[in-house]
């Protein structure tokens, strides 16, 4: 060590900056007054821009946002707005054009996935949380010029050689039976410098989404990864295929559950398991069932009691009913209701009917379940269509997946690189 650099000051293995334990702020640091608006390479990020994002975000929360944690998500969304306005400008720079008709094309797009055809109806929500058109137009222009880029100056040098998907198959064959994970993730990306306040950042996510957030809203604001587009959703993935930090954590998840942030190299991850089911094994919630729907309903104001004796007479009834054929006619004759469908997939079923259902053999009923203001009701199996093994998937997908997997990481760093290329001023 140098004569002239004590082991006290000489640089941790943590701390690349070298700065001291202790030190003492030099001026005053409010929390409630932060920079609201920026202006990057001379393209002006106004107040307005900001607060129809977070509407976005905000509409997407089923709980009241304190004014705290509002602050946080604006200067969240700011940050995200600054690497948009990078894409969209690094994409001009490159003259790479997105059209107006592929943004409106994909605006309506999402329209109609959330209002059907009729797009007014999504300019007229967006108009009443407080954003606009505009504003999440101005989004689908930054994914899409992003992706225009990353095909353009990564992915023709993305390589991936035939010998490791055929290793990945080969894997993948051995891992028959074995579970996958269906995961939305969330990434934010870190560096040594700003560790902690991005963890912070993750874990007031992760806050916001245990009270209600839509998770698919939150990973289109704020994930850094490719998958941001599609909500998050990373598909179906063995563990293998995961960093050990994340395979680790989804082993033990069920479906529906939410954990982190979880440290990996280079940031911090979010997941949300969406599903489960085993490799290249038949998934039984993939049947396709016929089902009748043996339902009765009950009087407004009808007392507890009568309404008791009713479900007993209603049970009686359904247990003595012999199979799909009589069904039609002992429902008439004890005042019940019945709706046929032969098209349901058993997954589609709420996950406390599902193996209730399928441990149905023809003929045979569910317990009866729900409540005296929606009715009580049986569902009776009348057909079942066992799925096919799957064979998995092909080469040209694994040899996609791969490639995918390294354009993301290319792409971290290549808006990283725009960052600190950036003129950024705050106003």
């Not at 202006?39 to 990020?45: D, S």
């Not at 306005?85 to 720079?93: D, M, R, V, Y």
Request: proline content about 4%.
């Amino acid at each position: 060590m140098p004569a002239n650099i004590s082991a006290q000051s000489a640089p941790a293995a943590d701390d690349p900056l070298g700065i001291p334990q202790n030190i003492t702020i030099m001026g005053h640091d409010d929390p409630n007054n932060r920079t609201a608006t920026a202006i990057v390479n001379g393209q002006v990020i106004t107040g307005t821009d900001i607060d129809q994002r977070v509407a976005l975000v905000v509409s997407a929360s089923q709980n009241e946002i304190s004014e705290e944690e509002m602050n946080r998500l604006r200067m969240q969304v700011l940050r995200n707005l600054i690497d948009e306005t990078l894409q969209i400008q690094e994409a001009k720079a490159q003259e790479i054009e997105v059209s107006q008709a592929e943004i409106d094309q994909t605006y309506a797009r999402v329209a109609s996935q959330n209002f059907g055809p009729d797009i007014e109806k999504m300019d007229a929500y967006l108009e009443s949380i407080g954003s606009s058109p505009a504003s999440l137009k101005r989004q689908i222009n930054g994914e899409l010029a992003w992706q225009q880029i990353l095909r353009r100056n990564i992915s023709p040098f993305v390589n991936v050689s035939e010998e490791e998907v055929n290793e990945l198959l080969k894997r993948l064959e051995a891992s028959r039976g074995t579970e996958e994970f269906r995961l939305g993730e969330i990434y934010l990306s870190a560096t040594p410098e700003n560790q902690q306040a991005v963890a912070q950042n993750a874990q007031r996510i992760v806050e916001q989404l245990r009270q209600g957030g839509s998770f698919v809203a939150y990973a289109r604001q704020f994930s850094e990864a490719s998958t941001a587009a599609t909500g998050g959703d990373l598909g179906f993935v063995r563990l293998a295929q995961l960093p050990s930090e994340l395979a680790t954590v989804a082993r033990e998840m069920q479906p529906g559950q939410l954990v982190g942030p979880i440290q990996i190299p280079g940031g911090y991850s979010i997941l949300y398991l969406i599903d489960k089911r085993q490799v290249l094994a038949a998934d039984p919630r993939d049947a396709i069932l016929s089902l009748k729907q043996i339902s009765i309903s009950f009087a407004e104001g009808i007392s507890e009691a009568d309404a008791a004796q009713k479900v007993e007479a209603f049970t009686t009834g359904v247990r003595a009913m012999r199979g799909c054929g009589d069904a039609e006619g002992a429902a008439q004759a004890i005042g019940a209701d019945i709706v046929t469908n032969d098209q349901i997939r058993a997954r589609s079923l709420p996950e406390q009917l599902q193996q209730l259902v399928l441990n149905l053999q023809l003929g045979q009923t569910t317990p009866p379940f729900g409540s005296i203001e929606d009715g009580v009701r049986v569902l009776m199996l009348c057909g079942r269509d066992d799925p096919q093994v799957e064979s998995g998937p092909d080469f040209d997908t694994l040899m996609g997946q791969l490639e995918d997997e390294r354009i993301n990481k290319r792409a971290q760093r290549y808006l990283r690189d725009l960052r600190n290329d950036a003129y950024i001023e705050y106003h």
